[in-house]
């Protein structure tokens, strides 16, 4: 068995895309939420591009911010929000975005 090597960040972001995208086709989150966070993640990936480190971490936790909230207001699934937030924690420890 290959050892896989280890994702980059855009990699990542991609990922992060096509598990939105996902929960769209399975209509697990409705459009315009996904918009929301293809937004986000779009900025995240522009700026990723740039070098501005600091602006995608801010972004990610944005992002996870936002996927919480749609938890808490009803509108995502608490398993599915989780796959996101990892998602996006994994993208941060890549990036050595401090914790906060």
């Known amino acids: 068995m290959r050892k896989r090597a280890a994702s980059s960040p855009a990699e990542l972001a991609r990922a992060l895309q096509q598990e939105v995208t996902d929960l769209i086709?399975?209509?697990a989150i409705a459009r315009q939420r996904a918009k929301v966070l293809f937004s986000?993640?779009?900025?995240?990936?522009?700026?990723?591009k740039r070098g501005h480190t600091g602006v995608v971490c801010n972004s990610?936790?944005?992002f996870s911010k936002k996927v919480q909230q749609f938890v808490d207001q009803g509108s995502l699934a608490q398993s599915d929000a989780e796959s996101l937030?990892?998602?996006?924690a994994n993208l941060s420890l890549l990036l050595g975005c401090p914790e906060r």
Do not use: Q
Request: charged share 25%; proline share 0%.
């Open 25 to 27: 086709v399975r209509s």
């Open 40 to 48: 986000i993640l779009d900025k995240m990936v522009a700026e990723m």
């Open 60 to 62: 990610l936790r944005t």
């Open 85 to 88: 937030i990892n998602g996006s």
